[in-house]
Nanobody, 127 residues
Framework: QVQLIESGGGLAQAGGSLRLSCTASGRTFSRSPMGWFRQAPGKEREFVAT????????YYADSVKGRFTIARDNARSTGYLQMDSLKPEDTAVYYC????????????????????WGQGTQVIVSS
């Protein structure tokens, strides 16, 4: 497993942007598919976006498609979630997750697919 630390959360106005970062310890991150999930108050945690180990393949939840962009820099062991055109309904705690290293180009979108999780970063979008 790797240790993951999210950063970049905060307060934004509707229509604004934020960029979340997920910094990993350990060398296996560069071989690991990763994803972003979020949990709004009173709701279940839900899938947001995922990226293959190489960064060549991505997949998004319908609710964020066209507004959010997932990316990674394996040389820096860091993943990113660029969030544009934010809406109040994007308010949630955002978590990054990594799957056990596998050089996999398969895209994963279930919580059970990921073995390492960060502690989360709060995003609040005001209207």
């Amino acid at each position: 497993q790797v240790q993951l630390i999210e950063s970049g959360g905060g307060l934004a106005q509707a229509g604004g942007s934020l960029r979340l970062s997920c910094t990993a310890s350990g060398r296996t991150f560069s071989r690991s598919p990763m994803g972003w999930f979020r949990q709004a108050p009173g709701k279940e945690r839900e899938f947001v976006a995922t990226i293959s180990w190489s960064g060549s393949r991505t997949y998004y939840a319908d609710s964020v498609k066209g507004r959010f962009t997932i990316a990674r820099d394996n040389a820096r062991s860091t993943g990113y979630l660029q969030m544009d055109s934010l809406k109040p309904e994007d308010t949630a705690v955002y978590y990054c997750a990594a799957r056990a290293s596998s050089f996999s180009e398969v895209l994963y979108n279930r919580e059970s697919d990921f073995s390492s999780w960060g502690q989360g970063t709060q995003v609040i979008v005001s209207s």
